[in-house]
């Protein structure tokens, strides 16, 4: 705050009154009056001095790296849930944050940010990955900005739905095929399907066991209860199976080729 200097002089004395102007924040100014008086001569000299304490830096913020959430059981969004709070903030002054959203490619993102009674929430947000800024403003109008990225993904497997019974019917040369989407009765996925496979549950024909897009069936599997499996697949990966009642039958009647006519 500074004083007058007055050498080596026993006979200069000096006083000072302040007079405090609050700013914003906790900062303020002072208007200090210096008055200095030499009792030899008594020649005395007033100045006055402005001191100003100020609040300059933005707020000190630290904030997630990563944000992570999930789509939602009935769309390929998130329901609504409240922005996470940053980690730490340190002013001293009190302050505003607003949050802007951003695509990884670039363009806002914000109409998916929504608030209600104070709170900031993501609404419908599609699965993929952003990138969310906290803007933090204190009453002096200091900003600072920290990024967190947020990704949204699709854990939730499709509802795999079968019939409960197919009948396959065998050909001539006494075998049957099925494709995977006719063992499907309406399956869902908050997604969206991707792929249906499929596959036998034993082997007595010898065609293996493996997921397929269709399954084969002989005159072996005819008589025996045979259980299929239904694979359903969503366009993110996640998968589900359905189980499947499957009677092969043999709807065609035999045919005899008879020898010529003996005389």
């Not at 500074?2 to 405090?20: A, E, K, S, W, Y």
């Not at 709070?85 to 670039?106: N, R």
């Not at 589900?240 to 009642?245: A, H, L, Q, R, Y």
């Amino acid at each position: 705050s500074g004083r007058p200097i007055i050498g080596h002089c026993g006979n200069l004395q000096f006083n000072m009154t302040d007079v405090r102007f609050d700013l914003c924040g906790k900062g303020f100014k002072i208007a200090r009056s210096w008055f200095v008086i030499d009792w030899c001569t008594s020649e005395s000299v007033t100045r006055n001095q402005i001191i100003v304490v100020k609040d300059s830096q933005g707020p000190i913020l630290a904030c997630k790296d990563t944000i992570q959430l999930f789509a939602g059981a009935y769309q390929c969004t998130t329901d609504q849930v409240e922005i996470q709070g940053l980690l730490g903030i340190e002013d001293c002054s009190s302050y505003t944050i607003q949050h802007k959203l951003h695509h990884l490619a670039g363009g806002s993102a914000d109409q998916y940010i929504i608030k209600q009674q104070q709170k900031s929430f993501f609404s419908a947000l599609p699965v993929g990955e952003y990138l969310l800024d906290y803007e933090v403003t204190d009453v002096c109008n200091n900003t600072s900005t920290c990024t967190s990225v947020v990704i949204v993904q699709d854990n939730l497997a499709p509802n795999a739905v079968c019939d409960l019974v197919t009948k396959v019917s065998l050909d001539s040369n006494g075998k049957g095929r099925a494709f995977a989407h006719t063992f499907d009765d309406g399956s869902t996925d908050n997604c969206g399907i991707a792929a249906f496979k499929v596959r036998r549950m034993n082997d007595l024909c010898g065609f293996g066991t493996a997921f397929g897009d269709y399954v084969d069936f002989c005159c072996a599997d005819i008589g025996t209860t045979l259980m299929v499996a239904l694979e359903v697949t969503d366009i993110y990966g996640n998968r589900n199976t359905c189980m499947i009642e499957v009677i092969v039958e043999d709807k065609l009647k035999p045919t005899i080729t008879c020898p010529p006519n003996i005389t």
